[in-house]
Protein backbone atom coordinates (compact mmCIF):
# COMPACT_ATOMS: atom_id res chain seq x y z
CA UNK A 1 0.00 0.00 0.00
CA UNK A 2 2.95 2.56 0.74
CA UNK A 3 4.06 3.94 -2.95
CA UNK A 4 7.15 5.39 -3.54
CA UNK A 5 7.10 7.39 -6.81
CA UNK A 6 10.90 9.30 -8.16
CA UNK A 7 11.15 12.19 -10.24
CA UNK A 8 14.02 14.09 -11.64
CA UNK A 9 16.10 12.49 -13.49
CA UNK A 10 17.47 12.93 -17.23
CA UNK A 11 20.48 13.39 -19.10
CA UNK A 12 22.95 16.06 -18.38
CA UNK A 13 26.56 16.80 -19.10
CA UNK A 14 29.83 16.14 -17.12
CA UNK A 15 29.42 18.73 -14.16
CA UNK A 16 25.89 19.54 -14.56
CA UNK A 17 23.83 18.79 -11.46
CA UNK A 18 20.30 17.30 -10.72
CA UNK A 19 17.73 16.68 -8.19
CA UNK A 20 16.20 13.97 -7.51
CA UNK A 21 12.66 13.73 -5.93
CA UNK A 22 11.01 10.72 -3.64
CA UNK A 23 7.79 10.91 -2.56
CA UNK A 24 5.89 8.43 -0.23
CA UNK A 25 2.14 7.93 -0.11
CA UNK A 26 -0.14 5.60 1.89
CA UNK A 27 -1.59 5.37 5.06
CA UNK A 28 1.99 5.90 6.40
CA UNK A 29 2.84 6.42 10.96
CA UNK A 30 5.95 6.75 10.42
CA UNK A 31 9.24 6.59 7.84
CA UNK A 32 12.29 5.76 9.97
CA UNK A 33 14.64 5.97 6.75
CA UNK A 34 14.59 7.06 3.21
CA UNK A 35 17.10 6.43 0.62
CA UNK A 36 18.63 6.34 -2.75
CA UNK A 37 20.71 3.80 -4.33
CA UNK A 38 21.67 3.17 -7.91
CA UNK A 39 22.69 0.63 -9.90
CA UNK A 40 24.16 0.42 -14.04
CA UNK A 41 23.83 -2.20 -16.30
CA UNK A 42 25.91 -5.28 -15.07
CA UNK A 43 26.46 -3.87 -11.53
CA UNK A 44 25.53 -4.80 -8.11
CA UNK A 45 23.10 -2.09 -6.60
CA UNK A 46 24.22 0.24 -4.44
CA UNK A 47 23.46 2.24 -1.76
CA UNK A 48 24.24 6.14 -2.73
CA UNK A 49 22.88 7.76 0.40
CA UNK A 50 20.72 7.63 3.25
CA UNK A 51 18.87 9.71 5.92
CA UNK A 52 17.04 8.99 9.08
CA UNK A 53 14.09 10.57 10.42
CA UNK A 54 15.76 12.35 12.82
CA UNK A 55 18.53 13.80 9.93
CA UNK A 56 21.33 11.62 10.22
CA UNK A 57 22.45 10.86 6.90
CA UNK A 58 25.22 8.66 4.92
CA UNK A 59 26.64 9.06 2.27
CA UNK A 60 28.64 6.14 -0.18
CA UNK A 61 32.33 7.36 0.00
CA UNK A 62 32.33 7.76 -4.64
CA UNK A 63 29.85 10.84 -3.97
CA UNK A 64 30.48 12.59 -0.77
CA UNK A 65 31.28 16.47 -1.36
CA UNK A 66 29.06 16.15 -4.72
CA UNK A 67 25.73 14.48 -3.10
CA UNK A 68 23.45 16.29 -0.39
CA UNK A 69 20.53 14.18 0.83
CA UNK A 70 17.88 16.19 2.29
CA UNK A 71 13.97 15.05 3.15
CA UNK A 72 10.69 17.03 3.58
CA UNK A 73 8.49 14.79 6.78
CA UNK A 74 5.55 16.63 6.47
CA UNK A 75 5.28 16.08 2.66
CA UNK A 76 7.01 12.21 2.94
CA UNK A 77 9.42 13.11 0.40
CA UNK A 78 13.32 12.79 -0.03
CA UNK A 79 15.54 15.07 -2.52
CA UNK A 80 18.90 13.88 -3.51
CA UNK A 81 21.01 16.97 -4.96
CA UNK A 82 23.27 16.02 -7.23
CA UNK A 83 26.47 18.57 -8.47
CA UNK A 84 29.57 17.78 -10.19
CA UNK A 85 28.15 14.77 -11.94
CA UNK A 86 30.33 12.25 -13.48
CA UNK A 87 29.42 9.52 -16.57
CA UNK A 88 30.22 7.14 -13.57
CA UNK A 89 26.92 8.52 -11.97
CA UNK A 90 25.17 7.13 -15.11
CA UNK A 91 22.69 4.69 -13.24
CA UNK A 92 19.10 4.19 -13.00
CA UNK A 93 18.48 5.90 -9.32
CA UNK A 94 15.81 3.88 -6.65
CA UNK A 95 14.19 5.43 -4.11
CA UNK A 96 13.58 3.20 -0.80
CA UNK A 97 11.73 4.05 2.88
CA UNK A 98 11.06 1.41 5.46
CA UNK A 99 8.90 2.07 8.45
CA UNK A 100 5.16 1.90 10.00
CA UNK A 101 2.21 1.95 8.13
CA UNK A 102 -1.56 0.89 8.31
CA UNK A 103 -2.20 -1.84 6.16
CA UNK A 104 -5.41 -3.75 5.95
CA UNK A 105 -6.37 -2.03 9.21
CA UNK A 106 -3.67 -3.11 11.04
CA UNK A 107 -0.07 -1.93 11.63
CA UNK A 108 2.39 -3.14 9.54
CA UNK A 109 6.17 -2.73 9.20
CA UNK A 110 7.24 -2.11 5.25
CA UNK A 111 9.94 -1.32 3.27
CA UNK A 112 9.46 -0.32 -0.14
CA UNK A 113 11.44 0.48 -3.12
CA UNK A 114 10.24 2.90 -5.93
CA UNK A 115 10.38 2.19 -9.74
CA UNK A 116 13.53 3.82 -10.23
CA UNK A 117 14.35 7.20 -12.23
CA UNK A 118 17.64 6.93 -14.93
CA UNK A 119 20.79 9.85 -14.67
CA UNK A 120 22.29 9.62 -17.44
CA UNK A 121 25.74 11.60 -17.54
CA UNK A 122 27.68 12.59 -21.08
CA UNK A 123 31.06 12.93 -21.34
Do not use: H
Request: charge should be positive; aromatic fraction near 8%; hydrophobic fraction near 35%.
Amino acid sequence: QVQLVESGGGLVQAGGSLRLSCAASGSILSINAMGWYRQAPGKQRELVARISSGGTTGYADSVKGRFTISRDNAKNTVYLQMSSLKPEDTASYYCNAYGIAIVGGIKQSYDTWGQGTQVTVSS
